[in-house]
């Protein structure tokens, strides 16, 4: 019952999408955006260099000066490239841009590259160590619950370094029901808030039949970054506000949720620039 419950919540939330982004299409040629009081603060529309990593690989400095030419203010580190952390902080301060975070492996934060890995973020000026992903093997109750276990002491070095908390990068399967329980939920129950966040893909809690806005609501302060990925009505991958998902909807509850970066990700850009740009155009546009 659980299960034909979640499928029918999330067909629900896509088909309303799916109208509300046909209906704005129909009345205007310009980006759909919901006419609200609140938006994005100027400094919060970050881009995660994930979805650059083809540009970056070809010429690291010029691609962040593009970045930073379109608007960006801030990015999530995924990814040097060859480039040392102070490598990274001299282009990032030559551009004007601030890293925010850096996806760093759970072996990496569990063992004993720990102490280096936070030495890093200092070095970048960013924040928030961020667990990209898990292995599978870990997808069941009893191994969320050691990873929890393991984000509490690692969130813990992290304050003691003098840094945020510990983050959680989700993707779809961290949503999957096993055994009488979600997963993600574990994580967001079983770990300490103070050293403890997540930073929630919005795409992948989608395809995973989650509600975002629910979980700001539910679990308020507990996700200070977001990747913000639109989808398309076939399921793939497309820029930022071109998809069937409702970020008015969904950001209409951020800053319960203690949201302070928007950053801008997708998997497979055909043109990461024309994503860059077409994205942030209409992140800076949205009210919610």
Do not use: C
């Not at 010029?62 to 379109?70: D, F, K, V, W």
């Not at 203690?258 to 994205?279: C, I, M, Y």
Request: charged share 20%; no cysteine; net charge neutral.
């Amino acid at each position: 019952m659980e299960l034909r419950s979640r499928t029918a919540t999330r067909r629900a939330f896509l088909g309303t999408s799916l109208g509300l982004a046909a209906a704005a299409v129909a009345a205007s040629p310009a980006p759909a955006v919901a006419e609200g009081r609140r938006r994005i603060p100027r400094g919060g529309i970050g881009m995660h260099l994930y979805t650059m990593r083809g540009p970056l690989a070809a010429d690291f400095h010029g691609t962040l000066e593009r970045l930073a030419e379109i608007g960006y203010a801030t990015v999530g580190v995924s990814g040097r490239h060859g480039n040392s952390a102070a490598d990274i902080r001299r282009m990032l301060d030559a551009t004007g841009l601030r890293a925010v975070l850096e996806h760093v492996s759970y072996d990496t934060l569990r063992g004993p590259g720990l102490a280096q890995a936070l030495a890093d973020l200092h070095t970048l000026g960013a924040k928030w160590p961020v667990v990209p992903s898990l292995r599978g093997s870990l997808h069941t109750p009893a191994g969320f619950r050691e990873v929890a276990r393991e984000f509490n002491r690692i969130g813990q070095a992290s304050r003691e370094a003098g840094l945020g908390r510990l983050l959680f990068h989700n993707h779809g399967g961290d949503h999957a029901t096993v055994d009488g329980e979600v997963l993600y939920d574990i994580l967001v129950r079983e770990t300490d808030p103070e050293l403890v966040g997540f930073e929630l893909d919005v795409y992948w809690a989608a395809k995973g039949d989650a509600d975002p806005a629910g979980y700001f609501v539910r679990h308020p302060r507990r996700f200070p970054a977001l990747h913000v990925k639109d989808m398309a009505p076939d399921g793939s991958f497309t820029d930022v506000g071109s998809g069937v998902l409702d970020f008015a909807a969904m950001f209409r509850h951020a800053h319960v949720g203690g949201v302070k970066q928007w950053l801008v990700e997708h998997d497979s850009p055909a043109d990461p620039f024309a994503t860059a740009r077409n994205s942030y155009g209409y992140l800076a546009a949205l009210r919610y």
